[in-house]
């Protein structure tokens, strides 16, 4: 029990565990911020270019069952705006991680001669075999 606590103590204090629930955190917040997005300024927005429907409204009822197709239609932008943020700040971070990683890389340094002298040998060895040979005549006289 003492190693399994022990290992258990060492998992979570990595820092990919913390950097997960740091980022389960920002994401439900962020959540909560597009959602308020949704519903409260781009939903409303439609409703009016399409000649004032609430889209919480809409639903089919039969009996006392009830298919709420707005709150759908809702959930289906949520999601589609959470992914573009996403996609954005992803592009964005792929962008300065690449501007970093090449401004760190040190300059190679020049080749000494010994090595361009075999490259080009080598080289022209390629091109030799890729050359046709023609076939000797072996017709007798």
Known sequence: MKKFIHNFKEFISKGNVIDLAIAVVIGNAFNAIV???????????VGIIIGGIDFTGIKITHGTSSILIGNFIQNIINFLIIALSIFIVIQVFNKLNHKRKHEEEPPKPPKREEIILLEEIRDLLRDEKKKPHPKPDLKKE
């Open 35 to 45: 959602t308020s997005l949704v519903n409260d300024v781009i939903m409303p927005l």
